[in-house]
């Protein structure tokens, strides 16, 4: 049980595309999802915190106007990384929190690696 | 606000060979405490958790780790490694109150183990 899942895995777009990641709770309901990014050797980064229904907590730093992210069910969640360019290449990551039992659970997706040329 | 400090970078080690991942962290809360272990291009797969109680916590692939609240430490160990623990390692802390239920993780520590 609780497994994440994320699509795609890997995405090349080119400079100035928009990409959308998106982020399933398989097996169960998450009321909080949470987006990671990782650079190369490098540890994960939090970007943002999604709760269903409501809008996006962003971390210091985050454009949230670059890095949309929808929570529209308590099973997905979405990150669009709009006008890409290539430093925003990265590993993205999300977890999801369930909405039963402990809420200091967290489920990690298995991450999409996004190149931009 | 919280940070997790993981001194080693990388740590090599011999097959069958114990080994000591280190973790310390700051916080002016109380905090719960995770390893997470990542393979190469993959997400995070949890090893073990500190939530309270004994401060000796066993995880999953023989990996233990213990709680030292005076040292603030949370170090990891297996007291024999196999080649496939090769990965990177991450302590994480997240604060047990409810104002912020995001992870703060570490720097990582890539452990290598070796024929």
């Known amino acids: 049980g609780a497994v994440v899942s994320q699509h795609p895995s890997r995405v090349i777009c080119k400079s100035g595309t928009s990409v959308k990641i998106e982020c399933r709770s398989l097996?169960?309901?998450?009321?909080?999802m949470f987006w990671y990014r990782q650079f190369p050797k490098q540890s994960l980064m939090l970007m943002a915190t999604?709760?269903?229904?409501?809008?996006?907590?962003?971390e210091q730093g985050v454009e949230k106007d670059k890095f949309l992210i929808n929570h529209a069910s308590l099973t997905l969640s979405t990150l669009t990384v709009t006008s890409a360019h290539p430093e925003d290449s990265s590993f993205y990551i999300c977890?999801?929190?369930?909405?039963?039992?402990?809420?200091?659970?967290?489920?990690f997706g298995p991450g999409t690696r996004l190149t931009v040329t | 606000a919280q940070s997790v400090t993981q001194l080693d970078s990388q740590v090599p080690v011999f097959e069958e060979a114990p080994v000591e991942l280190r973790c310390n962290y700051s916080?002016?809360?109380?905090?719960?405490l995770f390893w997470y272990v990542q393979y190469p291009n993959q997400g995070l797969q949890l090893l073990l958790k500190?939530?309270?109680?004994?401060?000796l916590v066993k995880g999953i692939n023989g990996f233990e780790a213990e709680f030292n609240k005076s040292q603030t430490s949370f170090h990891l160990r297996k007291p024999s490694v196999h080649i496939s623990d090769t990965a990177e390692y991450f302590c994480?802390?997240?604060?047990?109150?409810?104002?912020?239920?995001?992870?703060?993780f570490g720097s990582g520590t890539r452990l290598q183990v070796q024929p």
């Open positions: 500190y939530l309270s109680g004994s401060t």
């Open positions: 999604s709760n269903e229904g409501s809008k996006a907590t962003y």
């Open positions: 916080s002016s809360v109380s905090v719960y």
């Open positions: 994480a802390v997240r604060r047990q109150d409810t104002g912020r239920r995001a992870l703060t």
């Open positions: 977890s999801a929190s369930p909405r039963v039992g402990t809420s200091y659970e967290q489920y």
């Open positions: 097996d169960f309901q998450a009321t909080t």
